[in-house]
Structure formats: structure tokens, C-alpha cells
């Protein structure tokens, strides 16, 4: 995993805050400073929560979980929805639809019904119809694809919400509340970094500071998944090697094709 500095997190623009008067009480302890009217962030903390919230990412992925990237609001959509990608984890940008968490039974069954049309347009078993019902199948796919699409590969709850923005989630911070779903997050000068698991201080609005962040959960994300390959294939060899070898505790082998013919032949002449 790439090495955090104070000097790359002060160069994403991670410690810039927002308005004095817009602070949480809750995050006085995470301003270093204020300046012109505006707060900045202590990197130090920030660097001391970035790497305790990246550690249970990697635990997560390591355990082959589930991490659903969230950020709705236009400056994080495209970044998010890159790096969940990149990182082969479902993501939401469009909306969060209420009850993702709390009522998955029917988020499932939208998900199953997006995959089963996908699959009826991809096979062609959509040309039985007319160009009219076509329309509106095709216009609720759509639909589907927009709520539900970049949760395509969650079949069950996730382990994990990593989200941009606490104030603009706060349903997705609450819903996951309910379920026990751990939350890990950026915390900007003005939201409460107790409403989430894992709080890390920085600046949720700067494109550079969520793109900053949001590849190191990436990695983390690969590094778990690669310490759970390893572990795998050190268990498969183990297991290789404790099995028994051929031909041990076999019975001795028996005499060749030939050895046979010699022995008939010689009890046929006595």
C-alpha cells in the first residue's frame, strides 16, 4: 500500500474545511486551525484515522466481503464509480433508494429482475414484441439500471458502506445504523464523525482529496484480497503435502504380463 504523508495529504487539498460557523462540535478536535474564516484540518489525526479505516478495509476484503462505494453528489459520482470498478465492488451515485438496507429483500428482486431482462434483450427475446412494448421495456431497464445497477453483483447485505459525504448519505448512514452494517467515511469539519464506524477527517468536497482517499481504499482493497489468495494457496499446499503419496500403503505389485505367461508355461510341462 502506498505510504501516507502529511506532505501528499496537504497536496490533495484533504485538511481544507469548511466556514468557521458551519463546524460540528464534534469536530473540534480534528481543527488544527482557522484562517481566513476557515477551518483546517489537523493532517495528523487525519493520517492516524485514514490508515485505522484503510487496516478494516483490508481486513474485510481479506474475509472475500462486500463494500458498497456511496456518493450521490455530482464532484464524487464519476471518481466513485471509477475506483468501485476498479476495485470489482458494488457502488451507488444516482440515489441512494430508501430501504436499501433496511428492506433488501426487494432491492434483491429489482436486481434480479434488471439481470433477467438484460439477459431476455441480450438473447433476442425481446424481438417478439412490438416496437411499442419494446419502448417500455426498454425505458424500464433503464429505470432499473438507475436505482439498482451498480448494485449488480450484491446478493446479500454488504459488510461495509464507504461513503463521500455524511450529510448527503445521511439516509445510507442511518439505514446502515439499523442493520449493523459497518460505515466508514470522510468527516468534513461540518458533519458528526460519531454518526458513522469509522471516521476520517478531510475535505469531502475537493475533487482531489476524494479521488486521493477513495484509490487508497482500492488498494487496500487489492491488498486484502491478495493476503486472501495467499492464504489460500499456502492451505491448498499444506493439504497437498499431507495427503498420502502414490503408492504408499499399497499392496505389493504384482508380477508382470510376462512373468505370468512363464509361470503357466512351465506348470503345463510338468
Same mark, same amino acid.
Given at each position: 500500500m502506498s505510504e501516507i504523508t502529511i506532505e501528499a495529504l496537504m497536496e490533495a487539498g484533504v485538511a481544507f474545511g469548511h466556514n468557521k460557523t458551519k463546524k @460540528?462540535?464534534?469536530?473540534?478536535d480534528y481543527v488544527? *486551525?482557522?484562517q481566513n474564516d476557515l477551518n483546517f484540518i489537523n493532517l495528523e489525526r487525519t493520517k492516524e484515522k485514514l490508515e485505522k479505516a484503510l487496516k478494516v478495509v483490508e481486513e474485510i476484503a481479506e474475509k472475500g466481503g462486500n463494500i458498497v462505494f456511496v456518493a450521490t453528489k455530482p464532484t464524487a459520482q464519476a471518481?466513485?464509480?471509477k475506483y468501485a470498478k476498479e476495485a470489482d465492488m458494488p457502488y451507488i451515485i444516482n440515489k441512494w433508494v430508501a430501504g436499501t438496507l433496511t428492506n433488501f429483500e426487494t432491492i434483491y428482486m429489482l436486481i434480479k429482475k434488471m439481470l433477467t431482462m438484460e439477459a431476455e434483450q441480450l438473447n433476442?427475446?425481446?424481438n417478439?414484441?412490438? *416496437? *411499442?412494448?419494446?419502448?417500455?421495456?426498454?425505458?424500464e431497464l433503464q429505470r432499473l439500471n438507475k436505482m439498482v445497477g451498480g448494485l449488480r453483483s450484491l446478493d446479500k447485505i454488504p459488510n461495509a458502506l464507504y461513503i463521500v459525504d455524511l450529510i448527503k448519505e445521511k439516509t445510507a448512514v442511518k439505514e446502515a445504523k439499523k442493520r449493523g452494517v459497518t460505515t466508514i467515511g470522510l468527516a468534513d469539519t461540518n458533519t458528526n464523525p460519531e454518526s458513522i464506524t469509522y @471516521?476520517?477527517?478531510?475535505?469531502?468536497?475537493?475533487?482531489?482529496?476524494i479521488d486521493f482517499i477513495?484509490?487508497?481504499m482500492v488498494e487496500a482493497i487489492k491488498n486484502g484480497r491478495a493476503i486472501r489468495l495467499a492464504h489460500r494457496a499456502t492451505a491448498e499446499g499444506q493439504?497437498?503435502?499431507?495427503?498420502?503419496r502414490q503408492g504408499s500403503g499399497q499392496a505389493p505389485r504384482q508380477g508382470s504380463g510376462q512373468e505370468k505367461k512363464d509361470e503357466t508355461k512351465t506348470e503345463s510341462t510338468k
Open positions: @460540528h462540535p464534534k469536530m473540534s488544527e *486551525k482557522t471518481i466513485v464509480e433476442g427475446e425481446w417478439k414484441y412490438t *416496437k *411499442k412494448e419494446m419502448v417500455t421495456l426498454e425505458k @471516521h476520517i477527517p478531510a475535505n469531502d468536497d475537493g475533487i482531489k482529496s477513495t484509490k487508497l493439504a497437498q503435502d499431507s495427503a498420502p
